[in-house]
């Protein structure tokens, strides 16, 4: 049973970063691959950004190409999310979530999932 602790979200100005964090412990790290999704009040999970922490491939949102970075450190069974040129439409509350599947087209393919962090980009 694979259990992800989310850290790192905050209340920050456009244009700021932040990075959070996904701890994972409980499985084989490398046999999963770690999405963060983004939720409003209101709307679907979204798939903002996976990473296959085998191989370190990594995919994303279109809105979030270039601005967002993910990573893991398998040596700590972590994977980050490094959001640079934040914008208040990223504003959301962020979840990482492990799966087989790197998809980030439906949450559903993601059977494990962290408590969430809220992000707050204020204009």
């Known amino acids: 049973q694979v259990q992800l602790v989310e850290s790192g979200g905050g209340s920050v100005q456009a244009g700021r970063s932040l990075r959070l964090s996904c701890a994972a412990s409980?499985?084989?790290?490398?046999?999963?691959?770690v999405a963060w999704f983004r939720q409003t009040p209101g709307k679907e999970r979204e798939g903002v950004a996976s990473?296959?922490?085998?191989?370190?491939?990594?995919y994303y949102l279109d809105s979030v190409k270039g601005r967002f970075t993910a990573s893991r450190d398998i040596a700590k069974n972590t994977a980050y999310l490094q959001m640079n040129s934040l914008k208040p439409e990223d504003s959301a509350m962020y979840y990482c979530?492990?799966?087989?599947?790197?998809?980030?087209?439906?949450?559903?393919?993601?059977?494990?999932w962290g408590q969430g962090t809220q992000v707050t980009v204020s204009s």
């Open positions: 979530a492990a799966g087989f599947s790197c998809s980030l087209a439906n949450y559903k393919f993601y059977g494990y």
């Open positions: 409980g499985g084989a790290f490398t046999n999963y691959c």
């Open positions: 990473i296959a922490t085998r191989d370190g491939r990594t």
